[in-house]
């Protein structure tokens, strides 16, 4: 009954949002803990997180074989990155990360492009930075510099704009001091 009455009087409800993994969606609120940050704080080489973020764009990447990667963006510099496989219930998730930028930078001639992901600049098994030594974990067990790994993502904001992302990524990571 209440929606022949919205339709009469021209209101329509707003679509449900798409859900992803823990349920979330553009606009959603989430809050993580940051109690294990806060007792490393002096070993981090970024700056803290913060605790509550509002979900300002979303993304999906499949990477075939019932695996996909859910990217979940700020209106800051982070995004939470949830890996799945099977499907997006709370058993299929396989890792989440919350990604903090450190830089970044424009790059708008070719030759640099090339340049910056080439396997010597972008795929060494392990990497220096902040006077710390990090491993290669895409590929870990093949030996030498290696090509980085491709991955189109579908991205979507709050406007309702989407586009896609071509990225040529390589993950590192190491231990924590603490």
Known sequence: MMQFFQRLLGKTS???PIRGPLGLH????FTLDTLAFRLLESSLLVEL??????????????????????????SGDEFLQINTTG????????DIKLFVYEESFGIN????WRSAIAPAAIGPMTLNWQERRW????NHEEPGNIEPVYMLEKVENQQAEKWD??????????QGDG
């Open 26 to 29: 553009l606009n959603a609120g």
């Open 87 to 94: 499907g997006t219930d709370v058993d299929d998730i396989d």
């Open 49 to 74: 997180p913060g605790e509550k973020y509002t979900v300002a764009a979303a993304s999906r990447i499949d990477l075939g074989g019932g695996s996909q990667i859910f990217r979940y963006y700020t």
């Open 135 to 138: 491993q290669r974990f895409f």
């Open 109 to 112: 001639e070719e030759r640099h």
């Open 14 to 16: 707003a679509p449900a």
């Open 165 to 174: 992302v071509h990225n040529f990524t390589m993950g590192f990571q190491r």
